[in-house]
């Protein structure tokens, strides 16, 4: 298993910022890579970012030059710096983390509401 726990979000007004942290724990060898997926009522999850063990970026087109994922090896822990925020940006955002065998670990949702 690998523990996931997420901090950050809250309530923003649009136009604002908020980071998002998520520590991983435990078996954290063979991670592939971390990032965030966001979900809203009635919806499935949704890739946000996501970052490789080899620092490679990956961003849905809806945040591509507002969000930033970023990643701090030596504390396990992965960020995600989100700008300019928009009222549909509101959503429980996921950490994610998954192994080269698969195995994938999720994170126990943070909520972020962007007021307009």
């Known amino acids: 298993q690998v523990p996931l726990v997420e901090s950050g979000g809250g309530l923003v007004e649009a136009g604002g910022s908020v980071r998002l942290s998520c520590a991983a724990s435990?078996?954290?060898?063979?991670?592939?890579?971390m990032g965030w997926y966001r979900q809203v009522p009635g919806a499935q999850r949704a890739l946000v970012a996501v970052?490789?063990?080899?620092?490679?970026?990956n961003y849905a087109d809806s945040v591509k030059g507002r969000f930033t994922i970023s990643r701090d090896n030596a504390k396990n822990t992965i960020f995600l710096r989100m700008n300019s925020l928009k009222p549909e940006d509101t959503a429980v955002y996921y950490c994610i983390a998954r192994r080269l065998n698969g195995e994938t670990y999720w994170g126990q949702g943070t909520q972020v509401t962007v007021s307009a």
């Open positions: 970052i490789t063990d080899e620092g490679i970026e």
């Open positions: 435990g078996r954290i060898s063979s991670l592939i890579f």
